[in-house]
């Protein structure tokens, strides 16, 4: 009995030696990313892990790999991770806001629930950004704006920006129309 009693002893101080090396590491993690104290239960920026699939929605012809995915209890919240600084106004910038909206729309037909908010961390700040009724139908409008095009024979550029041409992954296809 009494070696029965020392080898359960030295399990349990071995779990809980485990438990308390996982819990600083996890604190640690989230003091170096910034992000809220949850139970992360995706992510796609550590290179050193092997990468997670991205969440798909067959539905709506959407896939995408949200930076984290947190489990904050009642809701699964999606983390996009920026490295730019938050705009001077003090609100995301719109491409983000659309971007993050997404991961929000993927988590709701993934987990079968819709997440209230998600986050926006930019390099020196965290944003929480609602996830609204208008938020959602403007995604989903640009959704199918998108689809739209993609079925086109021709799309009108949407601008005059010739920065956004040198950037542009398509600008091949603009000919004699590209503006740079």
Do not use: F, N
């Amino acid at each position: 009995m009494g070696v029965a009693l020392v080898a359960l002893t030295l399990i349990i101080v071995i779990w809980l030696a485990v438990t308390y090396v996982v819990w600083q590491r996890a604190a640690a993690a989230q003091r170096v990313t910034g992000l809220p104290r949850a139970k992360v239960v995706y992510e796609d920026m550590c290179s050193a892990l092997p990468p997670e699939g991205p969440l798909v929605s067959e539905a709506r012809r959407l896939v995408g790999k949200p930076d984290y995915l947190l489990d904050e209890g009642d809701y699964i919240i999606p983390v996009e991770v920026k490295s730019t600084s938050l705009p001077r106004s003090g609100e995301p910038y719109p491409g983000h806001v659309l971007q993050l909206a997404a991961y929000c729309l993927l988590v709701e037909d993934v987990y079968g629930k819709r997440p209230p908010y998600g986050y926006i961390r930019y390099r020196d700040k965290m944003v929480r950004v609602p996830y609204t009724d208008e938020v959602r139908m403007l995604l989903l409008r640009t959704l199918a704006d998108m689809q739209a095009a993609l079925e086109a024979t021709s799309v009108v550029r949407s601008h005059r920006d010739p920065w956004r041409c040198a950037r542009c992954g398509l600008a091949y296809a603009c000919g004699r129309e590209r503006l740079m």
